[in-house]
């Protein structure tokens, strides 16, 4: 399994084109073009929140993506005490401010959990991988 690590504060997400480094490395996995986009997508919206949802700019936020013959697992650890219920049956109205991307998230990836961590919280999605 290959992996690629991120740690970075909340203003180095902001200023770091972390996209590019994650798209070059699922080509280097020959990850489909539609899958790599929905991992970048799941991934911009994931830390999106955790952006806005922590106090704490400075402690760093974990981003692990791992790809294997079978599946992408995406592990993104932060410091915010609060993991999101989630129980959507649609999509969120275009006009809400909330929900979307977590829909987004749930619909698009195969698996996805949220867990209270010691340290905070540990969201994880899976996606399989079709060739």
Known sequence: ??????N??????RQHPFCDELEQ???????????????ITCVLEAVSNV?????DTHE????IVHCNH??????LLDHSPTVPKVAFEECPNQLSEH?????????????????TTVLGSHL????????
């Open 1 to 6: 399994m290959n992996s690629l690590q991120f």
């Open 8 to 13: 970075l504060t909340h203003e180095q997400w």
């Open 25 to 39: 490395f699922m080509l280097m996995q020959n990850v489909h073009e539609r899958q790599r986009f929905k991992v």
């Open 51 to 55: 952006i806005s949802h922590t106090q």
């Open 60 to 63: 760093p936020i974990v981003l």
């Open 70 to 75: 079978d599946r992408i697992v995406v592990d």
């Open 99 to 115: 929900g979307r991307g977590l829909w987004i998230m749930y619909n698009w990836m195969d698996a996805v959990r949220f867990q």
């Open 124 to 131: 994880r999605l899976t996606l399989l991988r079709h060739h």
